[in-house]
């Protein structure tokens, strides 16, 4: 599968291939975590969020793995689909606070 | 009713134009949100309501005035924009504090 070590602006993947987002994150005190999908002229999608108390989350699809000793976030999504082509945003937040900050976004391109 | 619903999806205004954003959700959500985002970039945080009382200003400019006439609705008031302040604006709404954010569909708005 596809995958990046580090946070990079876009990814291209092959169809059928897996496909591996990261994020790192800044903010100690951030204690939940989002991974969201924004296809053009769209708003975000919610796909999937992890607590801190967690370090690993899974959906249909789509898995999220959390670091809390180095902040990093990754997104993990199986199988990767046509549909899956889109901007993937990580967004945190802390506890007690409604603020959500999102990260800079990654863009996957699925190839046929 | 899992939506949140944005309208007008397109708005192109002069800068000496007042006109405003509406926002709808009838999750019974009890924080909205307005951000904006720029083409390839992440959204960023505006304003906050919560329980219908303004809880985060993230230092906007006061030609964005927000206003939430009850728990449902949120409007966003603009006045003497400038041509840079053209991007899409997202309304998102929240169960509580710390949980997913769901997002509209934004207004695309173009100021000239």
Redesign the interface.
């Known amino acids: 599968g596809e995958s990046v070590g580090l946070h990079l602006p876009t990814l291209s993947v092959q169809e059928g291939d897996n496909s591996i987002i990261n994020c790192a994150y800044s903010n100690s005190a951030s204690?939940?975590f989002?991974w969201?999908k924004q296809e053009s002229?769209?708003?975000?999608?919610?796909i999937i969020?992890i607590r801190s108390n967690m370090d690993k989350r899974q959906g249909q699809r789509v898995t999220v793995l959390l670091n809390k000793t180095v902040k990093h976030l990754s997104l993990q999504i199986a199988a990767t689909q046509p549909g899956d082509s889109a901007v993937y945003?990580c967004?945190e937040?802390?506890?007690?606070?409604?603020?959500?900050?999102?990260?800079?976004?990654t863009t996957v391109t699925v190839r046929a | 009713d899992t939506e949140?619903t944005q309208t007008p999806k397109h708005l192109v205004m002069g800068m000496t134009n007042k006109k405003s954003l509406k926002c709808e959700q009838h999750m019974g959500h009890r924080?909205m949100?307005w951000y904006k985002q720029k083409a390839?970039?992440?959204?960023?945080?505006m304003f906050?309501y919560?329980y219908e009382k303004l809880?985060?200003n993230e230092s906007v400019p006061s030609r964005f005035s927000p206003e939430c006439p009850n728990s449902s609705l949120l409007n966003l008031h603009l006045h003497a924009l400038q041509p840079e302040d053209s991007a899409l604006y997202?309304c998102?709404s929240?169960p509580r504090?710390?949980?997913?954010?769901?997002?509209?569909?934004?207004t695309r708005l173009t100021v000239v």
């Open positions: 204690d939940y989002i969201y002229g769209k708003g975000p999608q919610f969020d945003f967004a937040a802390a506890s007690n606070d409604y603020k959500l900050s999102f990260g800079a976004g | 949140v924080a949100y390839k970039k992440p959204p960023e945080l906050v919560s809880s985060i997202l998102a929240s504090e710390v949980a997913e954010a769901f997002f509209g569909q934004g």
